[in-house]
């Protein structure tokens, strides 16, 4: 009988412990649950600002900055190549000196509003300038984000850099009042087959030496060939159209010329495929005219979108750094 008595004592122990830890577990559930709602309505007590805040005791404000943008960059797509391109390369200008910069400065105060002075671009150079296709593209695309710009050009058909070095041609140029001035030559130089480094060089200083005499503070961009073909006649009114061998001789010739009297260039013959596929991508998308020199309108359109996205990309960096 005691051994009975003892036996149920046991299982009742037992049952009130299993009851406690049961009781004790529910507790801690609770607890936790209580725990995370109390966090729960913590973090949504106050609501979310609509803007970010930032203490500007703490740190250097720059009001331009947002979201680790500047609200005054400009938004823009890539240009969408023909498929048949090849060996593209990236479409930037190059001005290691920041010669750009007061250009860039201009356009950043238009912008912002701070000024209402128009800002003028002036593009100078042979027939791919004269046929005003390229330079209304450029000029329509720069209207559209900046509004007071102007887009002037001044190309002449058959023109070498040198035909610019009339006096009464640089006063016109200079009576544009241009804040940026882009030089646009090289097609012509590169067919003639007596074609010298040397005094392509030497023209090239003349004719800059000529504008900056005039125009002191006023930065200048070069610009190069996007390429072309030299015909041969064949007989009986039949030519062949071979690569210009000369292009690429007189491409870094400009580049090397703008390197060394603190020039900005866009070099469109390397970023159109340079020596090996510039002049085969241009024909083989069907953008180049029957004389494998000048160009199509959806051609010159192209250079002109180019030529833009170049300029806004620099001009992003810029107001970005």
């Given at each position: 009988?005691?051994?009975?008595?003892?036996?149920?004592?046991?299982?009742m122990n037992r049952n009130?412990?299993?009851?406690?830890?049961?009781?004790?577990?529910?507790?801690?559930?609770?607890?936790?649950?209580?725990?995370?709602?109390?966090?729960?309505?913590?973090?949504?007590?106050?609501?979310?600002?609509?803007?970010?805040?930032?203490?500007?005791?703490?740190?250097?404000?720059?009001?331009?900055?947002?979201?680790?943008?500047?609200?005054?960059?400009?938004?823009?797509?890539?240009?969408?190549?023909?498929?048949?391109?090849?060996?593209?390369?990236?479409?930037?200008?190059?001005?290691?000196?920041?010669?750009?910069?007061?250009?860039?400065?201009k356009l950043r105060l238009m912008r912002a509003g701070d000024v209402s002075d128009t800002v003028?671009?002036?593009h100078v150079g042979d027939s791919h300038i004269r046929g005003h296709m390229l330079t209304d593209t450029v000029a329509s695309l720069l209207r559209k984000v900046f509004t007071n710009m102007t887009y002037r050009d001044f190309g002449i058909n058959g023109a070498f850099c040198i035909s610019f070095t009339r006096k009464e041609r640089v006063e016109a140029i200079a009576a544009l009042k241009p804040d940026l001035l882009i030089l646009s030559f090289g097609t012509n130089e590169s067919h003639n087959y007596r074609y010298n480094t040397e005094v392509h060089y030497r023209?090239?200083?003349?004719?800059?030496?000529?504008?900056?005499?005039?125009?002191?503070?006023?930065?200048?961009?070069?610009?190069?060939?996007?390429?072309?073909?030299?015909?041969?006649?064949?007989?009986?009114?039949?030519?062949?159209?071979?690569?210009?061998?000369?292009?690429?001789?007189?491409?870094?010739?400009?580049i090397r010329f703008a390197d060394a009297n603190g020039l900005a260039v866009w070099d469109l013959y390397d970023i159109a495929g340079g020596v090996k596929r510039a002049c085969l991508n241009w024909q083989e998308a069907g953008l180049m005219r029957p004389d494998h020199v000048h160009f199509m309108p959806a051609g010159y359109a192209l250079q002109g979108e180019l030529l833009y996205e170049a300029i806004v990309k620099t001009y992003n960096a810029y107001v970005e750094h």
């Amino acid at each position: 009988m005691v051994r009975n008595n003892m036996t149920e004592d046991v299982l009742m122990n037992r049952n009130h412990s299993a009851k406690y830890l049961n009781r004790m577990a529910l507790r801690c559930k609770m607890l936790c649950l209580l725990a995370v709602m109390g966090l729960c309505h913590l973090r949504a007590q106050d609501a979310l600002p609509l803007q970010a805040v930032v203490d500007c005791e703490a740190v250097s404000c720059d009001t331009l900055f947002a979201y680790g943008h500047r609200t005054d960059t400009i938004d823009w797509l890539p240009v969408v190549w023909p498929s048949s391109f090849r060996m593209q390369q990236v479409n930037v200008l190059t001005d290691s000196l920041g010669i750009l910069h007061p250009f860039w400065e201009k356009l950043r105060l238009m912008r912002a509003g701070d000024v209402s002075d128009t800002v003028r671009v002036v593009h100078v150079g042979d027939s791919h300038i004269r046929g005003h296709m390229l330079t209304d593209t450029v000029a329509s695309l720069l209207r559209k984000v900046f509004t007071n710009m102007t887009y002037r050009d001044f190309g002449i058909n058959g023109a070498f850099c040198i035909s610019f070095t009339r006096k009464e041609r640089v006063e016109a140029i200079a009576a544009l009042k241009p804040d940026l001035l882009i030089l646009s030559f090289g097609t012509n130089e590169s067919h003639n087959y007596r074609y010298n480094t040397e005094v392509h060089y030497r023209q090239m200083d003349e004719l800059v030496r000529m504008l900056r005499e005039r125009l002191p503070d006023v930065p200048m961009m070069l610009t190069t060939p996007p390429g072309s073909y030299e015909s041969k006649r064949r007989g009986r009114g039949r030519r062949t159209y071979t690569i210009n061998p000369r292009t690429s001789a007189v491409v870094k010739n400009i580049i090397r010329f703008a390197d060394a009297n603190g020039l900005a260039v866009w070099d469109l013959y390397d970023i159109a495929g340079g020596v090996k596929r510039a002049c085969l991508n241009w024909q083989e998308a069907g953008l180049m005219r029957p004389d494998h020199v000048h160009f199509m309108p959806a051609g010159y359109a192209l250079q002109g979108e180019l030529l833009y996205e170049a300029i806004v990309k620099t001009y992003n960096a810029y107001v970005e750094h």
